[in-house]
Nanobody
Framework: QVLLVESGGGSVQAGGSLRLSCAVS????????MTWFRQSPGKEREGVAG???????NYADSVRGRFTITKDNAGNTLYLQMNSLEPADTAVYYC???????????????????WGQGTQVTVSS
């Protein structure tokens, strides 16, 4: 069984920063694609940033240049560094993992099988 556990969410003022972490455990090849999604009340879940097996990254236009996705050397933890946060970034953030390797991390929820429970990020103006 694969378990993903997010942490690092919280409340911050606009312009501030947060770093989310997603710890991966279980039978999982950490070279597989992993992605961060977010969901606000009344909105669909949207892809934020993904990282492929070779380290290639993909970002939503709304966060490109502000957010950075990385994995630690062992690949057991996925990170999302969020800078210059805006109120529109307020959402529950989820990490997700693909059971397969990929060359391009698609920001499509249906691609991913394993999901964390989410961590709340609130940005006030």
């Amino acid at each position: 069984q694969v378990l993903l556990v997010e942490s690092g969410g919280g409340s911050v003022q606009a312009g501030g920063s947060l770093r989310l972490s997603c710890a991966v455990s279980g039978y999982f090849d950490t070279r597989n694609c992993m992605t961060w999604f977010r969901q606000s009340p009344g909105k669909e879940r949207e892809g934020v940033a993904g990282i492929a097996s070779d380290g290639t990254t993909n970002y939503a236009d709304s966060v490109r240049g502000r957010f950075t996705i990385t994995k630690d050397n062992a690949g057991n933890t996925l990170y999302l560094q969020m800078n210059s946060l805006e109120p529109a970034d307020t959402a529950v953030y989820y990490c997700a993992a693909d059971p397969n390797r990929c060359n391009w991390p698609q920001l499509i929820p249906s691609r991913y099988v394993y999901w964390g429970q989410g961590t709340q990020v609130t940005v006030s103006s």
